[in-house]
């Protein structure tokens, strides 16, 4: 693993806790509180809140705003000016910081460039948040959602290939050849079921 690289034009901020070979870019600030697991990729200006979780190399991409309640597990990929919200109602006059929600992307999700997820959902294992997407509702491992508001228009291998399923549920991964089986709207990795 690389060491843990800071630019000096970011700011982390005492009690924020970074995973060793994180490399944190240019104009980013994370705040205390937030935690980092290793070798994560903070890109340029992005803002990590206090009590974000991120996990084992998750990347995030340039302009990205991850706000408290957000909990990313695993090898989760950000893209570009992606956001995250954390009160379903936000006014100015009102402070609403005790009716944070937890929204929690789960292991391998890509949430695409300029998507917005609104929050109290949840992405499921390898699911993929078409770029400019506005997530209002939870998303099923493997989905592939587009659209405002997302719709579920596809489902994605672990590898981030677009499955066709034949007559009988099942489809095959075409990088990795993994097998993969729909039920009921819900896909699993053969190995899962």
């Known amino acids: 693993?690389?060491?843990?690289?800071?630019?000096?034009?970011?700011?982390?901020?005492?009690?924020?806790?970074?995973?060793?070979?994180?490399?944190?870019?240019?104009?980013?600030?994370?705040?205390?509180g937030a935690?980092?697991?290793?070798?994560?990729?903070?890109?340029?200006?992005?803002?990590?809140?206090?009590?974000?979780?991120?996990?084992?190399?998750?990347?995030?991409?340039?302009?990205?705003?991850?706000?408290?309640?957000?909990?990313?597990?695993?090898?989760v990929f950000l893209g570009p000016s992606c956001v995250f919200t954390n009160v379903k109602n936000p006014r100015s006059e009102i402070s609403r910081r005790d009716q944070y929600k937890t929204t929690r992307?789960?292991?391998?999700?890509?949430?695409?460039?300029?998507?917005?997820?609104?929050?109290?959902?949840?992405i499921g294992r390898y699911a993929f948040v078409g770029a400019g997407a506005v997530v209002t509702h939870?998303?099923?491992?493997?989905?592939l959602v587009e659209g405002v508001p997302a719709r579920v228009v596809g489902w994605m291998s672990r590898l981030g290939h677009r499955l066709e399923f034949d007559e009988a549920g099942r489809a095959v991964c075409p990088e990795s050849g993994r097998s993969y089986r729909k039920v009921n709207e819900c896909v699993y990795e053969e190995d899962d079921i």
């Not at 992005?46 to 695993?74: H, W």
């Not at 992307?105 to 949840?122: F, K, L, P, Y």
């Open 35 to 75: 935690v980092l697991g290793p070798a994560c990729n903070i890109g340029q200006n992005v803002m990590v809140a206090a009590d974000v979780i991120l996990g084992r190399q998750v990347k995030v991409q340039n302009n990205v705003s991850i706000y408290s309640g957000v909990i990313c597990e695993d090898y």
């Open 138 to 143: 939870s998303v099923p491992d493997h989905a």
């Open 105 to 122: 992307v789960r292991r391998g999700a890509t949430v695409g460039a300029n998507a917005t997820v609104v929050c109290g959902v949840e």
């Open 1 to 32: 693993m690389s060491e843990t690289f800071i630019h000096p034009s970011s700011f982390v901020d005492d009690g924020a806790v970074i995973g060793p070979g994180c490399r944190i870019w240019h104009f980013s600030h994370i705040m205390a």
